[in-house]
């Protein structure tokens, strides 16, 4: 006989629609890399976009990914490299924005 700890705990694995937490999991990381991978978006774009944070979008890219689809790994990685390589400049150009607008009011 089942005991209800048990029974709980098989039920928090399943989500609604009878799909398994690591079903879910496996889907959204392929979605983010592949979202990743055709719009050249950023980790705090991705994150925003798929409603988890920065932490999970790069955990889902560098760590789970590779054991789902080690190619599309190397693309989705190749594109935050670029990213994180320019990352100072898109910092740069949104302090000079943000004077810009100050010294206009």
């Known amino acids: ?3 209800p700890q048990i029974l709980r705990i098989h039920c928090k694995n399943r989500l609604s629609g009878g799909r398994s937490l690591k079903d879910y999991i496996e889907e959204r990381v392929l979605n983010i890399a592949n979202y990743i991978v055709e719009s050249s978006a950023t980790v705090r774009e991705t ?4 409603g988890v944070s ?13 054991q789902l689809n080690p190619s599309l790994a190397h693309e989705a990685r190749a594109v ?6 320019e990352r100072h400049i898109r910092g740069g150009q949104a302090t000079k924005e943000k004077y810009l607008h ?4």
Do not use: G, P, W, Y
């Open 102 to 105: 100050m010294e206009q009011r």
């Open 1 to 3: 006989m089942n005991s």
């Open 47 to 50: 994150a925003k976009k798929f």
């Open 54 to 66: 920065k932490s999970t979008v790069h955990k889902d890219v560098t760590e789970r990914l590779m």
């Open 80 to 85: 935050l490299d670029v990213n994180k390589q």
